[in-house]
T-cell receptor, first 112, second 114 residues
Framework: GEDVEQSLFLSVREGDSSVINCTYT??????LYWYKQEPGAGLQLLTY?????DMKQDQRLTVLLNKKDKHLSLRIADTQTGDSAIYFC????????????FGQGTTLQVKP | KAGVTQTPRYLIKTRGQQVTLSCSPI?????VSWYQQTPGQGLQFLFE???????NKGNFPGRFSGRQFSNSRSEMNVSTLELGDSALYLC?????????????FGPGTRLLVL
């Protein structure tokens, strides 16, 4: 079945690293995504990883994928107060589909 | 390149009415997907349109419908509104190819049903 799970809340201090975790169930997922949502706004694509990759780095963001355990993580280095938001992981199935399955979202609180 | 635009941004309707929301994708994108976001259910897929045809559909009642025009703009319609339809409705666009990997979201339309 299709299911994506995330922890609901993470609090860190400014300057620390944040790690947001996600597990998914569909082993045929082709792409996995991280989106950020600020209050009252839509979803901003942060980064994505293809399912045959283990890691992807993009400036302060590092995505790790453990396909065997169906575990995805997003690490934000040097977390800033502007990173406070809700972070969603999402999976895309194979084939001709634009359908994304989202997790519940992790609220990241960055304390100064 | 302009991003995904959605109109209107806010709507207030009463139960039993119908509503039409509009989404203009990024230029060159042929796929438009719609999602409903509520505090209780999170982000749920409604449907996807590609080249004017519905390509995928989520588990929503028939009161929710959509269409796509030849310029890739899409509309979704909700008839006989219920209180539970109050939500943020997001659309996302992508190129729509088999290997297309990125979807870009609009700011959403916030619908309140009274």
């Amino acid at each position: 079945g299709e299911d994506v799970e995330q922890s609901l809340f993470l609090s860190v201090r400014e300057g620390d690293s944040s790690v947001i975790n996600c597990t998914y169930t569909d082993s045929s997922s082709t792409y996995l995504y991280w989106y950020k949502q600020e209050p009252g706004a839509g979803l901003q694509l942060l980064t994505y990883i293809f399912s045959n990759m283990d890691m992807k780095q993009d400036q302060r963001l590092t995505v790790l994928l453990n396909k065997k355990d169906k575990h995805l993580s997003l690490r934000i280095a040097d977390t800033q107060t502007g990173d406070s938001a809700i972070y969603f992981c999402a999976e895309k199935g194979p084939g001709n589909t634009g359908k994304l399955i989202f997790g519940q979202g992790t609220t990241l609180q960055v304390k100064p | 390149k302009a991003g995904v635009t959605q109109t209107p941004r806010y709507l207030i309707k009463t139960r039993g009415q119908q509503v039409t929301l509009s989404c203009s994708p990024i230029s060159g994108h042929r796929s438009v997907s719609w999602y409903q976001q509520t505090p209780g259910q999170g982000l749920q897929f409604l449907f996807e349109y590609f080249s004017e045809t519905q390509r995928n559909k989520g588990n929503f009642p028939g009161r929710f419908s959509g269409r796509q025009f030849s310029n890739s703009r899409s509309e979704m319609n909700v008839s006989t509104l219920e209180l539970g339809d109050s939500a943020l409705y997001l659309c996302a666009s992508s190129l729509g190819g088999i290997e297309e990997e990125t979807q870009y979201f609009g700011p959403g339309t916030r619908l309140l049903v009274l």
